[in-house]
């Protein structure tokens, strides 16, 4: 695809005007690093405030089509529908959800498989109940929003992408973010309200994807800008690229959908069985329900796992992974250097049996076996605010 089709978010422009490094990502022209780059804006994060132009994400509203009817359903039984309506597509307990919490799920295929990973929140406000915001992966978004328009009946997509969704994370974005939405301040982890940014309403949840406290705030597409430019006035916030947004994420365990997991890992092979709510199991009543149940009590033959380097050359996607006597038993899906943790980290598939935090394993790099060891995910302490 050349640059001139490649699609543009709201603060595209202002992108290019801060000497960002502009790539393709999933279609649309990115900054992969700012001038600074990624090593010192990875950095900066962990430390201070980074802002992320996260805006090729695919934020949509979810609603009943009887919603703000005379007759529509209101309060908890409005959400009750609404989320019954898409726990048909996912393994997550939507329906547990109160009001302003919002919850990590997968949206899966017939045999179990991982089709997307996304957020669903139910709104905090009485008379939006009866709706989810959701939030999915660039990539996967129009697969996404077809299937669910698709499956559920009784309820009407609204896509949002055509306004800018903007990351803001690091140990001070919350002292600095309280100057320009003191709304902000009581927000804990996983929770999302409507609050105003520089004196625009703007919807709000306290999430993130760098494994430092912080928010993720979707903004009219007009405002964009002008409230960008605001905040990074701030001596305090820098623009990252997606770069940093990928080692700060790998440091953190947390997987990147067509790498750590697709269509042909389940939750429980990706490790992500605590994303198989506890009250789904008992009815298993969502996609591969009994696939992934007998695996949650039998095991698979394959699992997600972390891994430390013990030389400094770091381990690539697609680098095999072998005991110490030469047997390839797994593959790399992510790596590279963790600029925090100081070492190489990576991400992969490994057999039964090799999976206990302690063991001795090869990567293959170029070939050439380099000593890896088998280790507990995050790599960095994660930071999120709960209170």
Known sequence: MSNADLKLTPLSKLNHSMGGKMVDFAGYSMPIQFDSGIIPEHHHVREKCGLFDVSHMGP??????EMGSETALTGDAAHAKIAGIFEQLVCGDIAGLAPGEMRYTLLLNDDGGILDDLMVTRPFAPEEQGCLYIVVNAGCKEEDFALISEKCEGAVLERADDNALIAVQGPLTRK?????APQLADMVFMTAKRVDVCGVNCL?????YTGEDGYEILVPAEHAETITKTLLEDSGIAPIGLGARDSLRLEAGLCLYGHDMDTSKTPIEAS????VSKVRRDEADFPGGEKIIAQIENGTDMKRIGLTLIDKAPAREGSEIATKDGKI????????????AGKPVAMGYVQRGYTQAGTELDVLVRNKPRAAVVSRMPFVKQNYYRG
């Not at 709000?204 to 993130?208: F, H, K, N, R």
């Not at 038993?329 to 925090?340: A, D, L, R």
């Open 272 to 275: 992500l069985t605590w994303a």
């Open 204 to 208: 709000a949840s306290c999430s993130g």
């Open 329 to 340: 038993i797994g593959v790399i899906t992510s790596g590279g250097h963790g600029h925090t």
């Open 176 to 180: 600095l973010m309280a100057k320009y």
């Open 60 to 65: 949509a509203f979810l609603k009943l089509e």
